[in-house]
């Protein structure tokens, strides 16, 4: 009678072809397949029927590239390893480090220190307040030192008046290609083709 149990099992019931299991009906086999053998990609559409052929398909088809230091990785455990222990996301307002840089976009969204503003001494209760200050109060910020401007024409005389003097009008290019300051270069680009 045992023989006889396992050879209706084998012979008249359908077999799954991605396990040992037998199924009296299709339907049966089908839901089995799709709850059991269902292994969607989590970077394209694609579903696999088993573990493993999900696993060959990431790694052939989806190479992992860190966009911090242009490292390759070819599984996205090593990949996900790699971001946490090698970029820290460190709080420009507080000490949190945060492992990943969407998780430093919802600290600084969800966070209750305070937020100064670079510019001014003004302090703010959330990011989004000094981000909404800082664009409206300090639109035009100076490459040269911490001053900012509500005009571009303001910051245009400030960088005349304070980074280039009639001391340095004279300068030569400089022969390693390292200007003094961003504020000679500008200046020096306007003149070179605006009085060719």
Do not use: M
């Amino acid at each position: 009678p045992q023989n006889r149990v396992l050879h209706i099992n084998t012979e008249h019931y359908l077999p799954c072809s991605y396990c040992s299991s037998h199924f009296r009906t299709k339907e049966s086999l089908l839901i089995h397949i799709n709850t059991q053998h269902n292994f969607p990609c989590s970077y394209c559409s694609i579903s696999f029927y088993t573990r493993n052929a999900l696993y060959v398909h990431c790694n052939s088809h989806h190479n992992f590239l860190c966009e911090h230091c242009n490292i390759r990785f070819t599984t996205i455990a090593g990949y996900n390893s790699h971001r946490a222990d090698s970029h820290c996301f460190k709080c420009q307002y507080c000490d949190d480090e945060l492992s990943l840089e969407e998780k430093l976009f919802d600290h600084l969204a969800e966070a209750t220190h305070p937020f100064p503003c670079d510019y001014c001494e003004r302090v703010f209760t959330s990011y989004h307040s000094v981000c909404q200050h800082v664009a409206a109060v300090h639109p035009y910020p100076c490459s040269e030192c911490n001053k900012t401007f509500r005009s571009n024409d303001a910051l245009t005389k400030h960088v005349n008046a304070t980074h280039y003097t009639e001391d340095n009008l004279d300068d030569p290019v400089p022969t390693d290609g390292v200007w003094k300051s961003r504020a000679y270069l500008e200046v020096y680009l306007v003149e070179r083709y605006q009085n060719p």
